[in-house]
């Protein structure tokens, strides 16, 4: 509750412990101011007194009841949305500061939205923040944005690419032509050439 609210709700119950404490003051007045009277004048008096309490009394205990519902009223929190697409919309877009109380604390039953773990899948996608990231990226300049059309890391990408697509290339090469001259060199020729190709291609890498 915030502080207005818890005002009205301590006015509201000082106004009716008073109007309690009233009460009971006349109730106690009413008995001994009747008690030196004969027995029957005495008993009904009393039962005449006892019936009724002052009108102002009265009218500080309804008001003070009024005070104390209207600080309870005030102090509640907003409802929340029980349609499903209202509710999911507001924590998508306002996520946990739109489940805040008066105090501005998070709700303690508060756990966000309760699919967010299948959302986070790669069939769940979001295209939308996708597509609005992308559009954020071109008009921020996209790869141009540093002044050149990749980027360094962007040319260091494809130089890195290149020469592993060739050694992989060169490695292939040279199993078939090992395969291919088993046949027709010396077992020392075929090992020179293994030794070559071994160090040409450990060079490269």
Not at 155 to 167: D, E, P, R, S, Y
Not at 193 to 204: G, R
Request: net charge neutral; with cysteine; hydrophobic share 40%.
């Amino acid at each position: 509750m915030t502080w207005i609210s818890k005002s009205i709700t301590g006015l509201g119950l000082l106004f009716l412990t008073h109007a309690c404490y009233s009460a009971h003051e006349h109730s106690v007045l009413q008995s001994t101011g009747t008690a030196h009277l004969s027995s029957v004048t005495s008993h009904t008096a009393t039962t005449a007194t006892t019936a009724s309490l002052p009108l102002d009394i009265s009218i500080e205990t309804i008001v003070s009841i009024f005070f104390v519902c209207l600080g309870l009223v005030l102090g509640t929190p907003e409802l929340r949305p029980i349609q499903w697409r209202v509710w999911a919309g507001k924590i998508e877009r306002e996520g946990a500061k739109g489940f805040m109380n008066a105090d501005g604390e998070v709700d303690k039953d508060f756990v966000g939205n309760p699919f967010r773990v299948l959302e986070s899948r790669p069939s769940f996608i979001d295209i939308r923040r996708q597509r609005y990231e992308f559009a954020e990226w071109v008009r921020e300049g996209g790869w141009s944005k540093d002044g050149n059309d990749l980027g360094w890391n962007g040319m260091l990408q494809i130089v890195g690419g290149v020469i592993f697509w060739a050694t992989n290339k060169f490695h292939a090469v040279a199993q078939k032509f090992l395969c291919y001259s088993a046949r027709s060199l010396p077992p020392s020729g075929i090992e020179q050439i293994y030794y070559f190709c071994l160090f040409i291609t450990s060079w490269v890498i």
